[in-house]
């Protein structure tokens, strides 16, 4: 069982290129969801997702994409890569639902220069 | 005004010692109240969960106040494994996601 998994560890992209972002679960969550984390600014949700099929936007969702085709994955897409979008990304997950405890993956480091 | 604001410290505290974090939140709606913590360079992880009755693990005590909005933190007898970052968080509104606070630092010094 090994949770929550993301990939890569560390990215560094050029502005404007496009890149996604990995994330998959193995306990059967229904409800999964992507943060970025920047310094004195605390998690902020990007997207989120209910279920399979089912996604919404988050507080900070410009710039970003997402899907869910299985309840395991949900990948996070960069369309354009801009600078401001330097953060540590957290990929999480909830057995309960967005108002309950979550999981989180190990995060990704992604610079844009 | 944040909707969950944290003092960010940091707290120095000795081996030992007793420290206690609070944390206010706006959305008088929020159902849910969580403690996380953040090691450095770290992913988040449940500390443990708030209910409005107090609650207590180990060394660890977490109070609600639904009225005054604000939630806490007691840790007693720090350890060195103690020092990270606590994040306060609540359920945020619709109960779509969770609120984090921008974490309160503690670090334990021998």
């Known amino acids: 069982n090994a949770g929550v998994t993301q990939t890569p560890k560390f990215q560094v992209l050029k502005t404007g290129q496009s890149m996604t972002l990995q994330c998959a679960q193995d306990?059967?969550?229904?409800?999964m969801s992507w943060y970025r984390q920047d310094p004195g600014m605390g998690l902020r949700l990007i997207h989120y997702?209910?279920?399979?099929?089912?996604?919404d936007q988050g507080e900070v969702p410009n710039g970003y994409n997402v899907s869910r085709s299985t309840t395991e994955d949900f990948p996070l897409r960069l369309l354009s890569a801009a600078p401001s979008q330097t953060s540590v990304y957290f990929c999480a997950s909830s057995a309960g639902g967005g108002a309950y405890e979550q999981y989180f993956g190990p995060g990704t480091r992604l610079t844009v220069t | 005004r944040k909707e969950v604001e944290q003092d960010p410290g940091p707290f120095n505290v000795p081996e030992g010692a007793t420290v206690a974090f609070n944390c206010t939140y706006s959305?008088?709606?929020?159902?849910?109240f969580f403690w996380y913590r953040q090691d450095c360079r770290k992913e988040p992880k449940l500390l443990m969960s708030v209910y409005s009755s107090g609650n207590e693990d180990g060394r660890f005590t977490a109070q609600l106040n639904r009225a005054s909005q604000y939630i806490s933190l007691l840790i007693r007898d720090s350890k060195l494994s103690d020092s990270a970052t606590y994040l306060c968080v609540v359920s945020g509104t619709g109960r779509r996601a969770l609120t984090f606070g921008s974490g309160t630092r503690l670090q334990v010094q021998p």
């Open positions: 306990m059967n969550h229904e409800y």
């Open positions: 959305n008088s709606a929020s159902q849910s």
């Open positions: 997702s209910v279920g399979a099929g089912i996604t």
